[in-house]
Structures are given as structure tokens and as C-alpha cells.
T-cell receptor, first 115, second 114 residues
């Protein structure tokens, strides 16, 4: 079956512009996660959704970052007024449910470059 | 102190070698533990879950020591295809909003050479 998909795969934007990243989870997966991975670094948790609600937004780096999920399906991560330090690969993952025992399946990521 | 700490390596080993990776975590309430594998410029994929009694999957053995808050991964008879970054992953603990959150270590780089 189809895995997690993300779009765009690459995004180059100018500093100060807004960007929107999209994630399509595996069908039937109720939990969805966003991570950020800077070059040569580990994964940094941003936010997760159980259904359409986000119980834990503690990882969002600043108020320029926001995320939403609709219909227990697609999620979008929006970064407003992008800065060069936002350059990273943004990874989305989904799992069958939100409990920490469930395997997370990752999408291929969106590589964001802010110039 | 980082929530999940790993030796970043890199580990460079010949084919056929046995190599062990270690990981420590700070949240004593954590309940679930995993090893993920990430190939260069690819997304992470689950390698194996880690159970209290220890578990084995072919050439891979994972162990958990809750008292020491320590997790290990042993790879026997290393193959060239084992070259990757190995990520130690821990969940946020029982109950509350942190339960669904997984914390990833920085990863340990393994290179297996002929």
C-alpha cells in the first residue's frame, strides 16, 4: 500500500517568505508527527496530532511555526517569515495510533532551503 | 542533559565484525524503546523494538536495562549493507500528552568496509 507522502520534496525560498509543507499519512493512521532534521543532526520533534487535535505543541520552535490537520488525514506545516536557520529537512511520520508503542512510518521529507 | 544520548561514532568496522552501540535516556517514566535505522539522505525506518527481556532479530540483538536507563544494540557478522546511522528512540512516558511523543537520539554512524 501507499506510504507516507510529502510535498514538495524540495523547496527553496527567500528569507521572509511563508512556506507550507504538506503531509499525506498512511490511510487509517490516526497519529501524525512532524520532525525537523538539520544537516548532520538528529531528529527534532515539532508537533504531533491524534486525530485532528494536537495535544503536544511543545516542540514548535517559535510562533512562526504552525500546523493543522483536517479530516484525520492531510496535515500542513506552515512557517511564516522564514529565516535561514529554518533550513532543514522536515519529516512527517504517521502511526496507527498515538501511543508510544506504535511504529512510526516516515515520509521522504521536504528539504527546505532559505536563502 | 539530553533526553537520549548516543555515542555519535563513527564506527568503522570490517565485514564480519561484531559491533555494539549504547544509548542512555533520562526519563525514568519512559515505557517504549526502539532502534531506527537511517540511510544517508533517507528517512528513518524501524529496525526493532526493544523489550525488557531483551530480544533478537537475526544478527541484531537489543537489550534494555531499566535500572541504569541504558539500551544497547549488538550487530553480529556485519554486512556492507549495515552501513547507516542507528537511532536510539524513547517514548515520553506513561500517560499525559508526552506518551505519544518519541525522542530520537542523535544517532550513531556505522560504516562497514570490505
Amino acid at each position: 500500500g501507499a506510504g507516507v507522502s510529502q510535498s514538495p520534496s524540495n523547496k527553496v525560498t527567500e528569507k521572509g517568505k511563508d512556506v507550507e509543507l504538506r503531509c499525506d499519512p498512511i490511510s487509517g493512521h490516526t497519529a501524525l508527527y512532524w520532525y525537523r532534521q538539520r544537516l548532520g543532526q538528529g531528529l527534532e520533534f515539532l508537533i504531533y496530532f491524534q486525530g485532528n487535535s494536537a495535544p503536544d505543541k511543545s516542540g514548535l520552535p517559535s510562533d512562526r511555526f504552525s500546523a493543522e490537520r483536517t479530516g484525520e488525514s492531510v496535515s500542513t506545516l506552515t512557517i511564516q517569515r522564514t529565516q535561514q536557520e529554518d533550513s532543514a529537512v522536515y519529516l512527517c511520520a504517521s502511526s496507527l495510533s498515538w501511543g508510544g508503542t506504535y511504529e512510526q512510518y516516515f515520509g521522504p521529507g521536504t528539504r527546505l532551503t532559505v536563502t | 542533559r539530553k533526553e537520549v544520548e548516543q555515542d555519535p561514532g563513527p564506527f568503522n568496522v570490517p565485514e564480519g565484525a561484531t559491533v555494539a552501540f549504547n544509548c542512555t535516556y533520562s526519563n525514568s517514566a519512559s515505557q517504549s524503546f526502539f532502534w531506527y535505522r537511517q540511510d544517508c539522505r533517507k528517512e528513518p525506518k524501524l529496525l526493532m523494538s526493544v523489550y525488557s527481556s531483551g530480544n533478537e532479530d537475526g544478527r541484531f540483538t537489543a537489550q534494555l536495562n531499566r535500572a541504569s536507563q541504558y539500551i544497547s544494540l549488538l550487530i553480529r557478522d556485519s554486512k556492507l549493507s549495515d552501513s547507516a546511522t542507528y537511532l536510539c528512540v524513547v517514548n515520553g512516558g506513561a500517560g499525559g500528552t508526552s506518551y505519544g511523543k518519541l525522542t530520537f537520539g542523535q544517532g550513531t554512524i556505522l560504516t562497514v568496509h570490505p
